[in-house]
């Protein structure tokens, strides 16, 4: 082998394999839904972790990352994060509810600071006054929100990931029920749903990220975009009974022809959840063919969706028999932390294949909390959701 083509090869590997000073994988995130499988083998467990910090590793010198979640405990995703800042200059923007503060969040928080203002000392890309050099326009920061940032209340509790441009892809935005942490890996089952190159929704999310980073009551917390066939909620409406948005997607069905709809849903619980259920059930006695996946349901629900004609099955599994090494104060180690449903047949006044997923639990909890909820109308993503739904059903539940 010749010198000339060692060094070719050196080089193919460093860009494949993120290897040496500032290099960045090769890896673009695809458009679609992903779910982890804390039953399974180590890639099953860590597939949505891995794949947001192989976007973080992919990302381009000069990008910028923006991440809003409830929950952050992972080194190898603070690693990442670092290594993107110090590396290749990418703007690191980190939002966090304040319930939970990890070793790692706290060692992100002091490479990143909490400045959400332009400044000349920026970890990602410091400026220097005395060369006459401006400030860069999007600082790298940290901020521990108190609540909900937004609203004043509840919790900071949306799971988003925006990238301006990592591998081949620009303006990615991933959004569903996964927080970065190991617990939530290897406990949870959790949805992640991708979508590249759509500037507008990368710049409705990027809107979004940034109040939540003001950690300030805004006059308007709700707000509506749609970004092509995606339509994304921002704040959940307090609309309790008939106004309820749920309630008001489930008004627009149509149970003629079999419409099949299918839930996986981790709180269901309070007035709003038994409401919710009632009008779920009533859906079923019009013909409608409803399964629900359900993780922390009330009796009450339980009790309607079952009066109703709809079979149910709980994803709470206990492990080893023994209450003290379960999930808070119950006995279950593994359970579905999603919070989606989905629909194939008449919506709206014609036959469709949705998909509807986010942050937002089925409890009155959920009003104080800033939520996201993303309608997603494309029939591969339902059919993605779908599949994961007989998966879980067929192999990680039992009867209530």
Known sequence: MTKKTSMLLLSLLIVFTGLGTGAAYAYTPATGARFNDPYGNRAAVNNSMVHIRKSIQSAKQGSVIRIATYSHSRADITNALIE??????????????????????Q??????????????????????????????????????????????????????????????????????????????????????????????????????????????????VYRKYTDGDIVSEFGSV????????????LKKVSCAGGTQIRVIMYAW???????????????????????????????????????????????????????????????????????????????????????WTGSENWSGLSFLNDEVTLKIPRGDVWAQYNAHFDFVWSNHTRAF
């Open 84 to 105: 993107a800042c110090k590396e290749r200059h990418v703007a690191i923007q980190m939002v966090i509810n304040d319930n939970f503060i990890s070793k790692t969040t």
């Open 238 to 249: 307090v609309a309790r009974g008939p106004r309820d948005p749920v309630v008001r997607r």
């Open 269 to 355: 619980v309070g007035d709003r959840g038994s409401y919710i259920a009632r009008r779920m059930a009533d859906l079923s006695r019009k013909g409608c063919d409803i399964k629900v996946i359900l993780s922390q349901p009330s009796k009450d629900v339980k009790r309607t969706l079952t009066g109703g004609g709809i079979p149910i099955r709980s994803a709470d599994l206990d492990l080893d028999n023994n209450e003290s090494t379960g999930f808070g104060e119950t006995r279950w180690e593994k359970f579905t932390h999603e919070k989606w449903m989905t629909l194939n047949g008449g919506w709206n006044g014609q036959q469709q294949k949705i998909v």
């Open 107 to 220: 060692r992100l928080k002091r490479v990143l600071g909490s400045n959400i203002e332009p400044h000349f000392k920026d970890a990602c890309n410091p400026r220097d006054k005395e060369k006459g050099e401006q400030k860069h326009p999007d600082p790298s920061y940290l901020k521990v929100c108190f609540q909900s940032c937004r609203k004043g209340a509840g919790n900071q509790h949306m799971k988003f990931y925006l990238f301006s441009e990592t591998g081949d892809a620009r303006d990615v935005v991933m959004v569903g029920s996964t927080n970065i942490s190991r617990y939530a890996a290897r406990t949870h089952f959790n949805d992640l749903f991708t979508q590249s190159n759509r500037s507008g929704m990368f710049r409705d999310y990027s809107f979004i990220h940034h109040q939540l980073a003001q950690d300030r009551r805004v006059g308007r």
